[in-house]
């Protein structure tokens, strides 16, 4: 093993439906920084809109360590899965080093902005004026959630819409905690962060730190089970599946004030009807529902 390389990047061209499986399966075996690139030139991350719908290049990158080839044959064998049933062609790897890896996403990730309010910097931009938004802290990492997919972006677009200064919200499968995050610099005085993964809670209490909202979001490792229903918040976010969503829908009242709102992201458009019926099953209707790509997002209220 040639001691100056140090990273693997593997890439894989797919299908835009396959972006998020792809996504979470270099997440699960990766280190958490991976980049979407659109053929024609198109950069998701500088919040341009795609002018077709093609191949998309998903990359990620992996340590190169002791057990990168254990994480480079499960993320293989993960990608054959995938091509049994989808347009996607096979696993390209390449050796890089430290400077190329850190040039390689750098270059895919930049400032955006998200409705009227919300900036979202990495840090290592240090000349970007934000004007009258409130600038988020955050880097690519190990945890889902930089703003940059399209379940993140409807969420924070609806959060905007939906906080009520001094609220309290909870935020399920919270990922990096971009959107606690938010709600707390949007106006929110506590927020709960629950997420299954420890590693995403890891990254969710640093970047909360890196935010200076500490005082407002405390997170925690577990899942609505987890939590009584003695406090309840004016504010749910579910940015999680279509069947995780249909699973706690029932359960969601329990934890909801009155007059109350919940936002349910990361449901395929395709299953848009399938969830509005369990929606109005579990005694809910729809306050709102907007569209991205292949994505749709709901606001929900009693």
Same mark, same amino acid.
């Given at each position: 093993?040639?001691?100056?390389?140090?990273?693997?990047?593997?890439?894989?061209?797919?299908?835009?439906?396959?972006?998020?499986? %792809?996504?979470?399966?270099?997440?699960?075996?990766?280190?958490?920084?991976?980049?979407?690139?659109?053929?024609?030139?198109?950069?998701?991350?500088e919040?341009?809109?795609?002018?077709?719908?093609?191949?998309?290049?998903?990359?990620?990158?992996?340590?190169?360590?002791?057990?990168?080839?254990?994480?480079?044959?499960?993320?293989?064998?993960?990608?054959?899965?995938?091509?049994?049933?989808?347009? $996607?062609?096979?696993?390209?790897?390449?050796?890089?080093?430290?400077?190329?890896?850190?040039?390689?996403?750098?270059?895919?990730?930049?400032?955006i902005t998200?409705?009227?309010?919300?900036? %979202?910097?990495?840090?290592?931009?240090?000349d970007?004026?934000?004007?009258?938004r409130?600038?988020?802290?955050?880097?690519?990492?190990?945890?889902?959630?930089?703003?940059?997919?399209?379940t993140?972006?409807?969420c924070?677009?609806?959060?905007?819409?939906?906080?009520?200064?001094g609220?309290?919200?909870?935020? /399920?499968?919270?990922?990096?905690?971009?959107?606690? $995050?938010?709600a707390?610099?949007?106006?929110?005085?506590?927020?709960?962060? /629950?997420?299954?993964?420890?590693?995403? $809670?890891?990254?969710?209490?640093?970047?909360?730190?890196?935010?200076?909202?500490?005082?407002?979001?405390?997170?925690? /490792?577990?899942?609505?089970?987890?939590?009584?229903?003695?406090?309840?918040?004016?504010?749910?976010?579910?940015?999680?599946?279509?069947?995780?969503?249909i699973?706690?829908?029932?359960?969601?009242?329990?934890?909801?004030?009155s007059?109350?709102?919940?936002?349910?992201?990361?449901?395929?458009?395709?299953r848009?009807?399938?969830?509005?019926?369990?929606?109005?099953?579990?005694?809910?209707?729809?306050?709102?529902?907007? $569209?991205?790509?292949?994505?749709?997002?709901?606001?929900?209220?009693?």
């Open positions: 093993m040639n001691p100056d390389i140090t990273w693997i990047e593997l890439s894989v061209k797919t299908h835009s439906e396959f972006v998020e499986p %792809i996504s979470e399966l270099f997440s699960t075996y990766g280190d958490g920084n991976n980049v979407v690139e659109i053929e024609g030139g198109y950069n998701p991350d919040g341009e809109i795609p002018p077709y719908q093609g191949w998309v290049t998903v990359k990620t990158y992996i340590p190169k360590d002791s057990t990168y080839l254990k994480k480079q044959g499960a993320i293989q064998a993960g990608i054959e899965l995938f091509r049994l049933v989808g347009q $996607i062609q096979s696993l390209k790897c390449k050796e890089l080093y430290e400077t190329e890896w850190r040039q390689a996403y750098k270059k895919h990730i930049g400032p998200i409705g009227k309010r919300i900036a %979202i910097v990495p840090s290592w931009v240090n970007y004026n934000p004007g009258c409130f600038v988020i802290k955050l880097d690519p990492g190990l945890a889902f959630g930089t703003g940059h997919h399209p993140t972006k409807m924070l677009e609806l959060v905007e819409n939906l906080i009520e200064p609220s309290t919200v909870l935020d /399920l499968g919270c990922g990096s905690a971009i959107l606690s $995050i938010a707390a610099k949007l106006g929110a005085k506590q927020v709960t962060a /629950l997420d299954i993964d420890p590693q995403a $809670i890891r990254a969710a209490e640093q970047n909360v730190i890196d935010n200076d909202v500490g005082g407002i979001v405390n997170s925690y /490792l577990g899942s609505l089970n987890d939590i009584g229903v003695q406090k309840k918040c004016q504010l749910l976010i579910a940015n999680i599946s279509s069947k995780v969503i699973d706690i829908l029932p359960k969601i009242s329990a934890h909801l004030d007059g109350g709102k919940a936002i349910l992201s990361g449901i395929v458009v395709d848009k009807k399938v969830i509005e019926g369990h929606i109005r099953d579990a005694g809910f209707q729809v306050h709102n529902d907007i $569209i991205s790509e292949d994505w749709v997002c709901f606001s929900v209220y009693k």
